[in-house]
């Protein structure tokens, strides 16, 4: 029995050679724009006491989870939104009025073209990681504030256009 027992205390020893095959991680190679957050956020159980615009919130953030058409309207309507904020804004330096913004401002300091295509571009990025990534709640509430603040701003360009100019 003890020289069994010295048999299998002997550790192996391997006639094969253990070659890496893999020279460098995969995952390294390429860049990656998803939100690295596994749980998305959205909660099945829902407090009871709610408020009417929370939800109305939730409601609006299950909405977009749930149809991709309605986020992509959301998005048609920020670049559009986008799009109308710089025509007002190209409107009121016309007008004599200052640009708020100061990256802006050295932009359309610079060449209106410029402005122009850096806006749009940046905000065609910005709707391709919220498309991207819209399976996360935090993601989509972004899409609406987004939504919401450009409503907001072109309100008020349209109320500067209509007092002071």
């Given amino acids: 029995m003890s020289s069994n027992a010295q048999v299998l205390s002997r550790p192996r020893r391997s006639s094969h050679l253990h070659l890496e095959r893999r020279w460098k991680d995969r995952r390294e190679l390429r860049a990656n724009l998803i939100f690295p957050e596994r749980r998305t956020g959205f909660d099945r159980r829902t407090p009871y006491t709610m408020g009417a615009l929370r939800r109305a919130v939730e409601n609006a953030l299950r909405g977009l989870r749930d149809s991709q058409a309605a986020l992509a309207i959301v998005l048609v309507l920020v670049n559009m939104l986008n799009v109308l904020d710089y025509v007002f804004t190209v409107n009121a330096l016309g007008a004599g009025m200052s640009e708020g913004n100061p990256v802006m ?18 905000m065609l990025a910005v709707s391709y990681v919220i498309w991207r990534n819209r399976r996360y709640r935090i993601i989509l509430g972004c899409a609406l504030l987004t939504l919401t603040a450009y409503i907001v701003l072109i309100t008020y360009h349209i109320y500067g256009a209509a007092m002071f100019y």
């Fill in 105 to 122: 401002e050295r932009l359309f300091a610079y060449d209106f073209r410029v402005a122009a295509a850096v806006k749009i571009v940046a």
